[in-house]
């Protein structure tokens, strides 16, 4: 299976119409110098699955000290590899971390799940799971029937369930095109969702 680089994932996400948000590729120390993205994430766009484990991803940037100082780290990071990659630079979203996912179960076809994202969505355990093609109200029985759901309109906070039910659904609408997809995490926010990596393995690369 050939994954994706997060720029390559963005932009076939984009081509599709996929909303996701602004991003750039930073080069040099010198394009840092006149950066406002504060606080910001730094990533790396590489052969790497597994941005966290391999300590491709720096987060709770906010200051040009650490910003510099996790630029340095990256660029460690792809010496030590011997890999080729781009750094990226992505302003910070707070939210609820969702995850949504289109796989390819060789007993029943393609699968879409959904559930809580970020770095514990193994342990946590909570996600549900729908063959594809599904509908909308099929979309909005997964989305809701997940434990972290509940945060959706807690503590006097009401998040943007109607995008995210909306971002489902076309995920869904390119499905065709994918033999398997990784959205994690996806920030939830008062105001929208927010696609913040993308993993994406398509069907056919011809």
């Known amino acids: 299976m050939a ?19 602004d991003y750039q590729v930073i080069r040099s120390r010198k394009e ?25 991803v720096i987060t709770d940037i906010y200051s040009k000290e650490e910003l510099f100082s996790a ?21 910070q979203i707070k939210g609820i971390e969702l995850i949504i996912g289109v796989s390819s179960d060789q007993q029943f076809g393609k699968v879409i ?5 970020g770095i514990y969505t193994e342990i946590l355990d909570d996600t549900s799971i729908r063959l594809l093609p599904v509908t909308k ?5 997964m989305v809701f029937s997940t434990k ?13 369930t109607k995008k995210l ?3 489902v659904e076309d995920v869904s609408r390119v499905s065709k095109k994918l033999l398997e997809l990784d959205l994690n995490p996806v920030i939830l926010t008062e105001d929208g969702v927010y696609i913040v990596d993308a993993r994406v393995n398509l069907e056919d690369r011809k």
């Not at 994954?3 to 948000?21: A, G, H, R, T, Y």
């Not at 010496?79 to 302003?91: A, D, H, N, S």
């Not at 972290?148 to 009401?158: D, I, M, N, Q, W």
């Open 32 to 56: 840092l110098e006149a950066q406002k993205w504060l606080p910001c994430v730094l990533k790396l766009s590489s052969g790497l699955l597994h941005k966290t484990e391999e300590h491709a």
């Open 137 to 141: 109200k099929d979309i909005e029985e």
């Open 3 to 21: 994954w994706l680089n997060f720029l390559d994932s963005m932009e076939f996400l984009k081509s599709n119409e996929i909303e996701v948000p």
């Open 71 to 91: 630029y340095d780290k990256l660029r460690s990071v792809l010496e030590k590899q011997g890999i080729k990659g781009e750094i990226v630079l992505q302003r």
């Open 165 to 167: 039910v909306a971002l």
């Open 113 to 117: 799940l959904f559930g809580q994202g």
């Open 148 to 160: 972290v759901s509940k945060l959706f309109s807690a503590r006097g906070k009401t998040y943007d």
